[in-house]
């Protein structure tokens, strides 16, 4: 099927080194679902999102209301806290695109069958192997660089894009917005725990 218009200045637009760099950065961060290092790359895509012009909101996931409600489906590893993320970018209007995701991984399993250091990020022969490389990482590497892209293939500012990853899969609902976002997990918007947008997202003591 041959590409429109748009979509070939999108893909020309696209920066396929910084999506690779973006990628390895992801994964040799150790973010196992439920562990500091998931909250903390959470933190810190938030910073990222601000670096990149969006408007950010971050919020702490009310764990015990979403465990009670109906449609949970479970979780593969314990979890004491999470966090959601949402970055916006101008316009108005219904938003125009979503971009989902997660950075949280499952666990590694026995480290005796893997070749090489699961979270190394190690590129052989043009692919790159580690935990989370593919479930999904690589997507929010992409949905991290997709606004340029997204400009370039004229998408109209009031109907603009919207890009939502998720930090904790499980319990990831996608975020109700009016324009462009580009979110990690969970009940944007309805989380009595949500963060307002000015607000900096911190993790906060122990």
């Not at 408007?55 to 209301?65: F, G, I, K």
Request: charged share 25%; hydrophobic share 35%.
């Amino acid at each position: 099927m041959a590409l429109t218009d748009a979509q070939t200045r999108a893909l020309d637009a696209l920066d396929e080194d910084e999506v690779i760099a973006t990628l390895v950065d992801l994964v040799r961060v150790p973010s196992v679902t439920g562990t500091d290092a998931e909250s903390e790359l959470q933190h810190r895509q938030a910073a990222l999102f601000e670096t990149e012009g969006l408007e950010v909101d971050t919020w702490q996931l009310d764990l015990e209301a979403l465990r009670a409600d109906p449609r949970f489906p479970g979780t593969e590893a314990d979890r004491s806290e999470g966090y959601g993320l949402v970055g916006t970018t101008g316009g108005d209007g219904p938003a125009g695109l979503v971009l989902q995701g997660h950075v949280d991984v499952v666990p590694i399993g026995d480290a005796t069958q893997w070749e090489h250091d699961p979270f190394a990020a190690r590129i052989t022969a043009g692919r790159l192997h580690g935990r989370g490389a593919c479930d999904m990482k690589a997507g929010v590497a992409a949905n991290l660089q997709s606004s340029e892209p997204c400009g370039a293939a004229g998408s109209p500012s009031r109907s603009p894009s919207q890009s939502t990853a998720s930090s904790a899969r499980r319990t990831a609902v996608s975020a109700p917005s009016r324009r462009c976002c580009a979110a990690m997990a969970g009940r944007w918007r309805s989380s009595p725990n949500r963060r307002p947008a000015d607000s900096s997202p911190r993790r906060p003591e122990r």
